[in-house]
T-cell receptor, first 115, second 113 residues
């Protein structure tokens, strides 16, 4: 089964509102990453948070990590129509998450920003 | 421009046919990956390669084959043994010995005629 699972599966909000997506995972991790995918395109890396970090910011993005609950959240503030996309969390395939053996992705949250 | 290029964007396969998807990168990355994405689903790892002339099976390797003869190139062949090949295929790359920050190509949509 997937290491990471996003919640909700779909989210529709008005432009200017904040969007929050959650991710749960099952095994120990080295880091957790969030990616964005526009329809019919490849994924784009957004932000990485390491297991010893609790919160990280990048522009309008805020990511939190709670390793005791094995969960992470991605907050997009002041949403724009261009933020409409699917958002995926990803963790390392190996227990501990190190190495270059690829990432495991959840099914994603499809975010729609209504103008 | 530095990046990762997949071709073709759309590909059609006939019954019993093998088809090859191209993936080229000029980022000087050692590690390359092939993922499969089905509608509304996450990505599943098919094969990966951490170094030239070496590759490992991912979670769904059956019916697929790869080669890594050059650092820049990691082609994926979808063989006739793959009975349900219709999917969006994504190639990615990153630096060696880390799973951090994968760079993705723009994908190939494979459909069965």
């Amino acid at each position: 089964s997937q290491q990471g699972e996003e919640d909700p599966q779909a989210l529709s909000i008005q432009e200017g509102e904040n969007a929050t997506m959650n991710c749960s995972y099952k095994t120990s991790i080295n880091n957790l990453q969030w990616y964005r995918q526009n329809s019919g395109r490849g994924l784009v890396h957004l932000i990485l948070i390491r297991s010893n970090e609790r919160e990280k910011h990048s522009g309008r993005l805020r990511v939190t990590l709670d390793t005791s609950k094995k969960s992470s959240s991605l907050l997009i503030t002041a949403s724009r129509a261009a933020d409409t996309a699917s958002y995926f969390c990803a963790t390392g395939r190996s227990r501990g998450g190190g190495g270059a053996d690829g990432l495991t992705f959840g099914k994603g949250t499809h975010l729609i920003i209504q103008p | 421009d530095g990046g990762i290029t997949q071709s073709p964007k759309y590909l059609f396969r006939k019954e019993g046919q093998n088809v090859t998807l191209s993936c080229e990168q000029n980022l000087n990355h050692d590690a390359m990956y092939w993922y499969r994405q089905d509608p509304g689903q996450g990505l599943r790892l098919i094969y990966y390669s951490q170094i030239v002339n070496d590759f490992q099976k991912g979670d769904i390797a059956e019916g697929y084959s790869v080669s890594r003869e050059k650092k820049e190139s990691f082609p994926l062949t979808v063989t006739s043994a793959q009975k349900n090949p219709t999917a969006f295929y994504l190639c990615a790359s990153t630096w060696t010995a880390t799973n951090e920050k994968l760079f993705f190509g723009s994908g190939t949509q494979l459909s069965v005629l």
